[in-house]
């Protein structure tokens, strides 16, 4: 009997995903081709619409063209794009995840809801509601503390240019686009914190992912619940730990956070060309900036084509990991590259189980991390092997790109403006792969499980 239920169309969750993201850099495209969309009377083509669409709808933050060259019009396009590719994957990501329970049985799929902060099916609208309510809450906050800065401190010549301003880069933040109005990024506030300082909370908390808003909120609303009155059930959930999710992320990400900066500090110190001719106090808030931002939010303080080589490999390694899952980020996620440092510790210990903060990881778990890490690395080194042969790029340049656009970041050497249309188009591929890749990778894992009546006898190759 065929089954009643999920429409068609999404049956495979992926699909869904990819064909939602298609959908909309195509209608962005036709809007930024659009003559009204461009601030010259020749318009920015095809080619640099179609890349910059994908850019803002997969919250990269590549640009082939100087935002300067749109219209107001123009830049509006590039806002919803970003807006609703950030918002949107969060919203999508919950649904392939909840969707993809309905495909599995059922100690998978209790495994499955203990990963994301147990979401039910029946929680969808809810969960929908929270990231709504968190997504305005943070872009409004953000908007109004740059928008005091930005109109106080000068940089904009009035109030409305300097709340358009704020409201822009809030979103761009927070969706960890990397897209900014000012030709250079946000080199003109390398002195100013309390334009750089913000910018950064902004990415950090929408780098954490859905499932950990959903659980900081949960535990906010019992602890506030067991001040009011003696209820017990608020106190059992109040003693309820935090999950294994949630303690990996925040645990992974402020390990990251001290990396990045520590690095950036370690190898600029003197360099002449970013933090050498600065105080140490801009340089602390310039390495802050510099060493977070390539977890894919792509802001830049400094100029990346002067970082050192070590630096940007550094670099490509943090946009290569990313952030949360379920966020606004790309890369492999910073679960995976726990779960896969993990299982190196386990290994080097001899153990036979990979334990994580006294609960231990499923097999099938581990592998879909494995597969994910390697299936990212090769199309990370394709990609840049491609650009060095096609546009002579240089070893550093072409993996720095490829990694930027594969982990949705956006930082880049100055060098995307320059590579030839095959290559744009490539990047473009890559941008949208690189958003979805993961994701869909994960999902395919998880429907492709499949038992057999059957086992081939065990036989160990010799390893290393």
Avoid at 67 to 80: C, K, P, Q, R
Avoid at 93 to 110: E, K, N, W
Avoid at 251 to 275: D, H, I, K, S, Y
């Amino acid at each position: 009997m065929r089954r009643i239920g999920i429409p068609s169309i999404v049956q495979n969750p992926a699909q869904l995903v990819l064909l939602a993201f298609a959908m909309l850099i195509g209608l962005g495209t036709a809007l930024l081709t659009l003559p009204v969309a461009a601030d010259g009377p020749d318009g920015v083509g095809l080619e640099n619409a179609l890349f910059l669409s994908t850019s803002a709808t997969t919250v990269t933050g590549l640009s082939t063209v100087d935002i300067a060259d749109f219209s107001l019009f123009g830049e509006l396009v590039i806002l919803a794009l970003i807006q609703v590719g950030g918002f949107g994957i969060m919203t999508i990501g919950s649904v392939v995840a909840l969707l993809t329970f309905q495909r599995i049985g059922l100690r998978q799929r209790m495994l499955a809801q203990a990963e994301i902060g147990n979401v039910d099916i029946g929680e969808l609208s809810g969960l929908l509601g929270v990231i709504f309510r968190i997504t305005v809450a943070v872009e409004g906050t953000l908007a109004a503390v740059l928008f005091v800065r930005l109109w106080q401190g000068g940089y904009e010549d009035g109030p409305i240019d300097a709340a358009y301003s704020a409201i822009f880069h809030s979103v761009a933040a927070f969706n960890n686009a990397g897209i900014s109005l000012y030709s250079d990024n946000l080199a003109g506030f390398a002195g100013d914190p309390l334009v750089s300082i913000p910018i950064t909370i902004g990415f950090i908390v929408g780098g954490l992912g859905f499932p950990v808003y959903v659980e900081f909120l949960r535990r906010w609303r019992h602890e506030r619940e067991s001040r009011r009155g003696d209820d017990s059930s608020a106190r059992r959930d109040r003693a309820r730990p935090w999950s294994l999710h949630a303690r990996i992320t925040v645990g992974a990400t402020v390990v990251l956070l001290v990396v990045g900066p520590v690095m950036v500090l370690a190898f600029e110190w003197a360099n002449p060309g970013t933090l050498g001719p600065m105080g140490w106090f801009d340089k602390l808030v310039n390495a802050w900036f510099q060493g977070v931002s390539p977890r894919t939010a792509g802001f830049n303080l400094v100029d990346n084509g002067a970082l050192k080589e070590t630096t940007l490999l550094g670099t490509s390694v943090l946009m290569f990991i990313g952030a949360g899952p379920a966020s606004t980020s790309g890369g492999i996620k910073v679960t995976t590259f726990a779960v896969l440092a993990c299982v190196i510790w386990a290994e080097v210990r001899g153990d036979s189980d990979v334990n994580v903060f006294r609960r231990r990881l499923p097999t099938p778990m581990i592998r879909q991390a494995v597969a994910i890490a390697l299936l990212s690395v090769g199309f990370v080194v394709a990609t840049s092997l491609f650009l060095m042969t096609s546009d002579g790029l240089s070893l550093i340049d072409a993996l720095f790109e490829s990694t930027s656009a594969f982990g949705t970041v956006g930082l880049s050497t100055g060098v995307t403006g320059s590579i030839s249309t095959v290559g744009h188009v490539l990047l473009v591929g890559v941008m949208l792969c690189g958003r979805v890749g993961p994701l869909t990778f994960a999902t395919a894992f998880a429907l492709r499980e499949r038992a057999r009546l059957y086992r081939h006898p065990e036989e160990r190759p010799i390893i290393g």
